[in-house]
């Protein structure tokens, strides 16, 4: 246990004297992930939001009503109306200054109430797509809702589009009672449809769906199994470093046991391995307030990943035949893994076939359980089960690495 | 003692090291002598348990290196050929963890590095990372490593070479110290005169084989204190011999068309009485050389050939 230890103080003065490499391992996927957040926009921030001006020319109930409800919350808060004068709005188009301008034209009103041709006017913001596209939606939907309006109470509608009778200046009290009692039984006949709805809505939650993860949360894994990686492959590459300056030899004539030594290794990983995830997940878990309560585990489950993974690295290089080999090999095993395994591009962001496979891969597993475990969504069994499954596989691993420097030194 | 018994180590087709036997006694150096690839690297390999003998056995204390490895390697100190240290650590930080693998603890620990770094003269650039540290300081540091722990038995595989003139005397002077407190020392080189200065006891390795072994006096004895005259220029391989024949008091050693190899009393003596007769042939003669009774000529009558060949 002491040469253990001993091994492991021996590699940290090592790595404390060339901190360029811890640098390196941790920098680039820092500055990769905030390329990718870059080019996928960001930081999530405010709902985008269609700023649109409204000219009404017709200054009745219902073009008031038109301005009210496409500003309204139920259309999804995406609309924002402002009222303009229709010059000035389109001025102001033309300054670029809004995402659509709608003109209504003078007797709207009635026109629509009468169920005659009308103009409403859409001017687009040429340089913008998305948002005009939502405010004519929006539109459309009112055309729509108008014409169901039409079909149930449009003949009263009508009645009141020509206005009072003759000498009057309101509407009689029996025509209004009229109109009400026809609603009221226009609306209990649609009851049966409409209370409960005759079309029965199922709605199914789809799993992912549900885990809908901001940018930023995802970035997190991303970085954090992308260092990993970038240290893993490092770390294997210290084999190389250990037989150039020929202390392996010497390891091997003393009387300690191959595996004791790279028990050693595995150690001084893990030390560095955990400062590293420490810092990254101490970062995370404050930028994203994530329930700190999963953090130890959150760490200790990097932290064996980490250790696991460069353990694959140093069995892999273990069985090259120079460092150049071992490091094009390393590299060209690394990368596709990062790019599969989500840590170069999210799961969530992949083609469901293309996810599936990466999450088969080692670190995409890895990562899965990491997110399951930061979320709180993994159960005491499978998390056992998980963690049994890596210290397995890293005893496997640290085996057969043992294994196979013997024989590399025999050879050499 | 480290007791090598009919040692055998086979790569493929290549034997290494073929019938290999010795006994090397506590407090005595004991040299394997050869050019390079005749053996003697796999050998010292196979006894520190570098390499698994192919057949033989290998005892170190009386511990079998294949059956009890880690006891026999727990007293056993490795210098090996090559420099092996970590070039990012000092001086102090090598040795503090070549001494914990072989199992030295808390102050012994660090009273045993304090002292190894004044016997290798090493006190002032104990803090500096080895890799700052000249040639002859990396080999002396590379001694100390396979001694920190004080073993009982040593191995040295062709420690001075490359090494200044100033730190082989040092460096020599070191094994001797190690012998004279009771350890068992093999020590291979290829240097001859480092051989004859250093070892009481010498085997002579070519070609995988012990073709010789004894004290430097018994090694000389085989020669017979005669010389090694080597002639170059053409000659008639088939022809020779009788030649020397006629001669007399010349032993031919070795025969090429082109080299011959002899052995003799006061060679120079002799001189014009073969450039004569091979003259008188029709051989032509380039050039001559003599080399005085040595291990150099041991080699040379042994095996044919120059050790550095």
């Not at chain 1, 760490?299 to 069995?315: D, I, K, Q």
Request: aromatic residues 8%; proline residues 4%.
């Amino acid at each position: 246990m002491r040469f253990i230890w001993s091994t492991a103080v021996k590699d940290w003065r090592r790595r404390w004297r060339n901190p360029l490499e811890i640098f390196m391992w941790t920098g680039i996927p820092i500055l990769v992930g905030l390329l990718i957040a870059l080019a996928f926009g960001g930081r999530s921030g405010p709902r985008p939001q269609a700023h649109v001006f409204v000219a009404d020319n017709d200054q009745s109930f219902l073009s008031r009503l038109l301005v009210g409800a496409l500003s309204q919350e139920a259309a999804g808060g995406f609309i924002r109306a402002e009222a303009v004068a229709e010059d000035e709005g389109r001025a102001l188009m033309d300054k670029n200054k809004a995402s659509g301008l709608i003109v209504i034209p003078d007797g709207f009103s009635k026109a629509v109430l009468r169920e005659q041709p009308t103009k409403l006017e859409l001017v687009k913001n040429p340089s913008q797509t998305i948002l005009p596209g939502i405010v004519e939606e929006g539109l459309s939907i009112l055309v729509d809702g108008t014409f169901y309006v039409h079909r149930l109470v449009g003949k009263d509608l009508r009645k009141f589009a020509d206005g009072p009778p003759q000498g009057a200046n309101t509407f009689p009290d029996e025509s209004i009672a009229a109109f009400s009692t026809r609603i009221n039984q226009t609306m209990t006949r649609l009851s049966g449809y409409l209370s409960p709805l005759a079309i029965k809505l199922e709605t199914s939650v789809d799993e992912k769906e549900s885990d809908t993860l901001s940018f930023e949360f995802l970035l997190l894994p991303m970085i954090l199994f992308m260092t990993l990686l970038f240290m893993a492959q490092g770390m294997g590459d210290d084999f190389w470093e250990e037989r150039n300056q020929n202390t392996l030899r010497r390891v091997r004539s003393s009387p300690q046991h191959v595996l004791t030594f790279l028990a050693g290794k595995v150690l001084s990983n893990a030390g560095i391995i955990f400062v590293v995830s420490l810092v990254a997940l101490s970062a995370g878990y404050g930028f994203l307030r994530l329930n700190p309560a999963t953090m130890p585990l959150a760490l200790l489950w990097a932290t064996l990943s980490g250790v696991s993974l460069a353990a694959g690295m140093t069995s892999i290089q273990l069985f090259t035949a120079s460092q150049r080999a071992g490091n094009i090999l390393t590299l060209a095993i690394t990368f596709p893994l990062m790019m599969l395994g989500g840590s170069f591009f999210p799961f969530e962001t992949m083609p469901e076939w293309m996810a599936a496979i990466g999450t088969r891969t080692p670190n995409g597993w890895a990562l899965q359980r990491f997110k399951d475990i930061v979320l709180h969504r993994a159960d005491t069994g499978s998390l056992v089960l998980s963690f049994v499954v890596l210290l397995l596989a890293l005893a496997v691993l640290l085996y057969l690495s043992a294994h196979r420097l013997k024989r590399s030194l025999a050879r050499s | 003692m480290i007791d090598v018994q009919r040692l055998r180590k086979q790569y493929g087709d290549l034997v290494a090291v073929d019938d290999v036997s010795f006994t090397a006694q506590p407090g005595e150096i004991f040299g394997l002598l050869g050019p390079n690839g005749a053996g003697k690297s796999t050998t010292i390999g196979c006894i520190s348990g570098l390499l698994r003998p192919g057949a033989g056995r290998i005892r170190i204390l009386g511990h079998d290196v294949v059956s009890d490895g880690p006891e026999s390697r727990r007293q056993l100190g490795v210098v090996p050929q090559e420099i092996a240290l970590y070039e990012d650590l000092s001086p102090r930080e090598n040795l503090l963890y070549w001494g914990a693998a072989y199992g030295l603890r808390g102050s012994e620990l660090n009273e045993r590095v304090a002292e190894v770094l004044a016997v290798a003269g090493l006190v002032d650039r104990a803090k500096d990372p080895v890799k700052k540290l000249s040639g002859g300081l990396k080999r002396r540091l590379n001694f100390a490593c396979g001694i920190v722990h004080r073993p009982k038995a040593l191995l040295l595989d062709e420690p001075t070479v490359g090494v200044d003139p100033q730190t082989r005397v040092r460096l020599l002077e070191l094994v001797r110290e190690q012998a004279k407190n009771g350890a068992t020392v093999v020590y291979t080189t290829h240097y001859m005169e480092e051989a004859e200065k250093l070892c009481d006891r010498l085997a002579i390795i070519d070609r995988a084989r012990i073709i010789a072994e004894g004290t430097l006096l018994e090694l000389r004895a085989l020669l017979g204190e005669r010389d090694i005259l080597r002639v170059t220029g053409r000659f008639d391989s088939r022809k020779v011999p009788e030649v020397i024949a006629r001669l007399g008091g010349m032993e031919l050693v070795h025969c090429t068309d082109e080299t011959i190899m002899l052995a003799a009393s006061e060679a120079s003596k002799k001189l014009s009485d073969v450039f004569r007769d091979l003259s008188l042939e029709g051989f032509e003669v380039r050039e001559t050389t003599i080399t005085q009774p040595s291990l150099e000529s041991l080699f040379i009558k042994l095996t044919g050939k120059e050790l550095r060949e």
